[in-house]
């Protein structure tokens, strides 16, 4: 759905003094994945908690930002911290 990416829309909901740690997770989320199902880096964010590998076809639900990992936690909290709502 209507989900830009553009960095802008964080500059209005959150103003300047996240804007680093959020470019940082935006980053993250750009970057490739490696699928559990075929185990292809290929596992790309299709939307919040959704990933889909272009490879396989196969959706997994997973962080928000990224799919499982150990640090999905830390991601979590900085978005609660900056008023990001699940
Ligand atoms: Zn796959």
Redesign the pocket.
Known sequence: MGEGESANRYGARYGKRIRGRVSEIEGDQKKRHK?P??N?D??KREAKGIWK?T??G?KTAGGAWKPKTKGEGMVKKALKKSGEKE
């Open positions: 699928c199902n075929c292809s290929s596992l590998c490879k396989c196969k």
